[in-house]
């Protein structure tokens, strides 16, 4: 089983920064890829950012230029460093990971979510 633990999120004003953590766990073959959904109240939950096994990333419009995804996979542990950030981005923020549990058998986890909230 894995297990997806998410932290950093909380209340900071507009134009603040936050750094959040997800720190993956268990038993598997390797980490495929990791990134960030968000989804706000009433809202669809969308992209934020995302890192794949070959280093590359790719940011919704939204974010780009202020937030930054980055790996630690010695650590199995992906961060979203996020800066200027802005009351839009409010919003429960979702960890995943795409892990092969075993070569070939590729599954994708979930965090709990993290929640950020961004005062105007």
């Known amino acids: 089983q894995v297990q997806l633990v998410e932290s950093g999120g909380g209340l900071v004003q507009a134009g603040g920064s936050l750094r959040l953590s997800c720190a993956a766990s268990g038993r598997f073959f390797s980490i495929k890829g990791m990134g960030w959904y968000r989804q706000a109240p009433a809202k669809q939950r969308e992209l934020v950012a995302a890192?794949?096994?070959?280093?590359?990333?790719n940011y919704a419009d939204s974010v780009k230029g202020r937030f930054t995804i980055s790996r630690d996979n010695a650590k199995n542990t992906v961060y979203l460093e996020m800066n200027s950030l802005k009351p839009e981005d409010t919003a429960v923020y979702y960890c995943?990971?795409?892990?092969?549990?075993?070569?070939?058998?590729?599954?994708?986890?979930w965090g709990q979510g993290t929640q950020v909230t961004v005062s105007s």
């Open positions: 995943y990971a795409i892990v092969a549990i075993q070569r070939g058998n590729d599954n994708l986890y």
């Open positions: 890192s794949g096994s070959g280093g590359m990333s």
